[in-house]
């Protein structure tokens, strides 16, 4: 095909349709509003053909797995990026709908055809196993929140993180009760990451005043008040835990 032809939706159809015939699958054209479908003795494949993956097409994918389970998405290959997250994103997308991917190539006058995705079932257990490490970090983040500082679907605007609250709570016992070390902040309950979090310094807010004993800088005082909700958290939280 030239590349200067607008590439249309049934430029795809010939391609597919020689694959399949090639595989043993006698092929039919508009079925039934199906694309294309393609039958082998009591096989059945339906294809849905598109210029542009959106959500329409995956739609469409999902209303054909009402016939058969052997449903794939048709688009061309265009400049997609394989390595890219979002590639690899939309792929989990098409596999969690157990749907397959055909990717259609033009060069000149020809036509190349690569499955990309077959449609297999998706395996939920496999996946909660192989993504373990990202759910147990997810829960430990929400479990060093004290609280909800976020609003969700925000962009554009810093995050309170567990990180940024533990960095606070340290400030707030520093400016409470002046230089002190890192073994004292974790009797008063600063936790483990306690020495990290001093020696890093990634807010700039520390100092080191003398051998294993720091303080808050006037920097770290000035931004620590910005979040007001926390500071008076963990105050409240000192004057529960003296008494």
Sequence with gaps: MSEKKKLLEVDLYKPIQRY???QGFEVYGEV???DLVAMKEEELVVVELKKTLNIELLVQGAKRQK???QVYIAIPRGKQNFRSKKWKDICHLIRRLELGLILVSFSGNRARVDIHLYPTPFDQKKSYSQNKHKRNSLIK????????YNIGGSTRTKIMTAYKENCIQIACYLEKYGPLSPKKLRS???GEKT?????KNYYRWFEKV?????EINDTGKQEVNQFPELVEYYQRKLLEEQN
């Design 20 to 22: 399949f015939v090639k």
């Design 32 to 34: 039934n509003d199906c």
């Design 67 to 69: 016939l058969t389970d």
């Design 141 to 148: 983040e929400v479990n060093g929140r004290s609280g909800d």
């Design 188 to 190: 008063l309950g600063t």
């Design 195 to 199: 020495l990290s979090i001093l020696n």
């Design 210 to 214: 003398s051998r294993g004993v720091y």
